[in-house]
C-alpha cells in the first residue's frame, strides 16, 4: 500500500504564495503518476496538476497555468505544489493523489489519496 500525507496549508491573502508538500510511504515504487486536485464546498473534486515518474511532463489545469508549479523529488518521496498569485476561488481542500499507471485528470484514475489540507485564500 502507499500512504500519502499531505501539509503545508493555511490562511492566506489573494496574491500571496503558498507551498504545500504531499510526503508518500510504503511501496512508493508502485507510483508513476502524482497529482494535486481540490475541491471547494459543493463542488466536485477538480484536477489541478499531475507530475509523471521521471518529471519530465506535467500538466495544470487552466485556471492555474502559470501560477501553480508542481515538482517531485523521488529521493525524498515526496511531492510539491508551489502556488503563486492565489486568488479566492484557489479556496478549498488540496488532495494529493497517486496512480499506478499513466494518468490524466479525472480523479478515479488515481489509486491513493491523502487525507487533504486546507487552503483558504481570503480578500
Known amino acids: 500500500q502507499v500512504q500519502l500525507v499531505e501539509s503545508g496549508g493555511g490562511l492566506v491573502q489573494a496574491g500571496d504564495s503558498l507551498r504545500l508538500s504531499c510526503a508518500a510511504s510504503?511501496?512508493?515504487?508502485?507510483?508513476?503518476?502524482m497529482g494535486w486536485f481540490r475541491q471547494a464546498p459543493g463542488k466536485e473534486r477538480e484536477f489541478v496538476a499531475s507530475?509523471?515518474?521521471?518529471?519530465?511532463?506535467?500538466n495544470y489545469a487552466d485556471s492555474v497555468k502559470g501560477r501553480f508549479t508542481i515538482s517531485r523529488d523521488n529521493a525524498k518521496n515526496a511531492l510539491y505544489l508551489q502556488m503563486n498569485s492565489l486568488k479566492l476561488e484557489d479556496t478549498g481542500v488540496y488532495y494529493c493523489a497517486g496512480a499506478r499507471l499513466p494518468a490524466g485528470r479525472t480523479p478515479s484514475a488515481y489509486d491513493y489519496w491523502g487525507q487533504g489540507t486546507q487552503v483558504t485564500v481570503s480578500s
Open positions: 507530475i509523471n515518474w521521471s518529471g519530465a511532463t506535467t
Open positions: 510504503g511501496r512508493t515504487f508502485a507510483i508513476y503518476t
